[in-house]
Protein backbone atom coordinates (compact mmCIF):
# COMPACT_ATOMS: atom_id res chain seq x y z
CA UNK A 1 0.00 0.00 0.00
CA UNK A 2 1.34 3.53 -0.70
CA UNK A 3 -0.10 6.69 -0.01
CA UNK A 4 0.66 8.79 -3.00
CA UNK A 5 -1.26 11.98 -2.47
CA UNK A 6 0.34 12.02 1.14
CA UNK A 7 2.43 15.61 1.03
CA UNK A 8 2.76 16.37 4.71
CA UNK A 9 2.93 14.20 7.97
CA UNK A 10 2.18 15.79 11.29
CA UNK A 11 3.04 12.79 14.12
CA UNK A 12 3.78 12.13 17.40
CA UNK A 13 5.95 9.62 19.06
CA UNK A 14 7.74 7.68 22.03
CA UNK A 15 11.18 7.29 20.93
CA UNK A 16 12.07 4.51 23.22
CA UNK A 17 8.75 2.55 21.50
CA UNK A 18 10.65 0.50 18.45
CA UNK A 19 7.35 -0.24 17.22
CA UNK A 20 6.22 3.42 16.86
CA UNK A 21 10.09 4.07 15.12
CA UNK A 22 9.17 1.21 12.54
CA UNK A 23 5.76 2.42 11.90
CA UNK A 24 7.51 5.87 11.15
CA UNK A 25 9.69 4.47 8.72
CA UNK A 26 7.09 2.26 7.12
CA UNK A 27 4.89 5.62 6.56
CA UNK A 28 7.66 7.04 5.05
CA UNK A 29 9.02 4.03 2.88
CA UNK A 30 4.97 4.44 1.60
CA UNK A 31 4.42 7.95 1.28
CA UNK A 32 6.81 8.64 -2.20
CA UNK A 33 5.28 12.10 -2.52
CA UNK A 34 5.86 13.02 0.97
CA UNK A 35 7.50 17.30 1.02
CA UNK A 36 7.10 18.15 5.21
CA UNK A 37 7.40 15.63 7.85
CA UNK A 38 6.97 17.17 11.52
CA UNK A 39 7.39 15.25 14.09
CA UNK A 40 7.13 16.06 18.10
CA UNK A 41 8.91 13.48 20.54
CA UNK A 42 6.73 12.18 23.41
CA UNK A 43 9.28 11.15 25.53
CA UNK A 44 7.85 8.22 27.53
CA UNK A 45 9.76 6.00 30.26
CA UNK A 46 11.21 3.35 28.42
CA UNK A 47 8.96 0.31 27.39
CA UNK A 48 9.56 -3.45 27.48
CA UNK A 49 10.93 -3.01 23.62
CA UNK A 50 13.76 -2.56 23.54
CA UNK A 51 16.42 -4.18 21.52
CA UNK A 52 19.73 -6.27 22.01
CA UNK A 53 21.09 -5.01 19.16
CA UNK A 54 21.43 -0.94 18.44
CA UNK A 55 18.61 -0.55 16.56
CA UNK A 56 19.78 2.28 13.59
CA UNK A 57 22.53 -0.27 12.94
CA UNK A 58 20.46 -1.98 10.64
CA UNK A 59 18.42 0.71 9.47
CA UNK A 60 20.65 4.08 8.55
CA UNK A 61 21.50 3.42 4.90
CA UNK A 62 21.10 4.89 1.58
CA UNK A 63 17.90 3.89 0.05
CA UNK A 64 16.85 4.95 -3.44
CA UNK A 65 13.13 5.18 -3.10
CA UNK A 66 12.51 7.08 -0.79
CA UNK A 67 12.13 10.69 0.19
CA UNK A 68 12.17 12.20 -3.38
CA UNK A 69 10.55 15.16 -2.58
CA UNK A 70 10.93 15.87 1.50
CA UNK A 71 11.99 19.52 1.67
CA UNK A 72 11.09 20.03 5.52
CA UNK A 73 11.53 17.87 8.78
CA UNK A 74 10.65 19.61 12.10
CA UNK A 75 11.87 17.55 14.98
CA UNK A 76 10.15 19.10 18.24
CA UNK A 77 11.31 18.36 22.01
CA UNK A 78 14.27 17.15 20.52
CA UNK A 79 17.01 15.69 23.36
CA UNK A 80 19.51 14.01 21.22
CA UNK A 81 18.98 10.26 22.17
CA UNK A 82 19.96 7.50 20.29
CA UNK A 83 16.97 6.76 18.44
CA UNK A 84 16.30 10.19 17.89
CA UNK A 85 19.68 10.99 16.30
CA UNK A 86 19.37 8.32 14.64
CA UNK A 87 16.01 9.41 12.94
CA UNK A 88 17.52 12.61 11.80
CA UNK A 89 20.36 10.76 10.26
CA UNK A 90 18.45 8.65 8.35
CA UNK A 91 16.31 11.39 6.96
CA UNK A 92 19.51 13.55 6.07
CA UNK A 93 21.07 10.26 4.15
CA UNK A 94 18.02 9.99 2.10
CA UNK A 95 16.17 13.14 1.47
CA UNK A 96 17.97 14.28 -1.98
CA UNK A 97 16.04 17.45 -1.78
CA UNK A 98 15.67 18.80 1.79
CA UNK A 99 16.49 22.34 2.21
CA UNK A 100 16.08 22.50 6.15
CA UNK A 101 16.06 20.13 9.00
CA UNK A 102 14.93 22.25 12.03
CA UNK A 103 15.66 20.74 15.42
CA UNK A 104 13.42 22.48 18.48
CA UNK A 105 15.47 21.49 21.51
CA UNK A 106 13.39 20.35 24.57
CA UNK A 107 13.21 23.56 27.10
CA UNK A 108 14.63 21.41 29.70
CA UNK A 109 18.26 20.67 27.64
CA UNK A 110 21.34 22.83 28.96
CA UNK A 111 23.78 23.39 27.05
CA UNK A 112 26.44 21.49 28.26
CA UNK A 113 29.90 19.33 27.01
CA UNK A 114 27.02 16.25 25.79
CA UNK A 115 25.14 18.78 24.16
CA UNK A 116 28.12 19.59 22.04
CA UNK A 117 29.08 15.79 21.14
CA UNK A 118 25.23 15.74 19.86
CA UNK A 119 25.52 18.75 18.14
CA UNK A 120 28.89 17.58 16.52
CA UNK A 121 27.72 14.18 15.37
CA UNK A 122 25.11 15.55 13.60
CA UNK A 123 26.68 18.03 11.78
CA UNK A 124 29.01 14.98 10.86
CA UNK A 125 25.94 13.04 9.53
CA UNK A 126 26.45 12.55 5.36
CA UNK A 127 23.71 14.29 3.47
CA UNK A 128 21.88 13.47 0.19
CA UNK A 129 21.17 16.95 -0.59
CA UNK A 130 23.83 19.64 -0.78
CA UNK A 131 21.25 22.64 0.24
CA UNK A 132 20.00 20.73 3.03
CA UNK A 133 20.55 23.19 6.36
CA UNK A 134 20.13 22.08 9.86
CA UNK A 135 18.93 24.45 12.00
CA UNK A 136 18.87 24.37 15.73
CA UNK A 137 16.53 26.37 18.41
CA UNK A 138 15.58 26.12 21.73
CA UNK A 139 18.72 25.74 23.13
CA UNK A 140 19.08 28.06 26.47
Known amino acids: MTYCDLKVVNLVINFNDTKQI ?3 LCLCRSAPNLEELIIKACNKVETLLLLTVPFWEGQVCKEGDIFHHLKTVSL ?8 QLGIAEFILLNSVV ?3 LNIEWKRSIKADKKL ?3 LEQM ?3 KRSS ?6 FSGLS
Do not use: H, I
Open 22 to 24: YAV
Open 76 to 83: SDFKGGYN
Open 98 to 100: LET
Open 116 to 118: LRV
Open 123 to 125: MQF
Open 130 to 135: TEAKVV
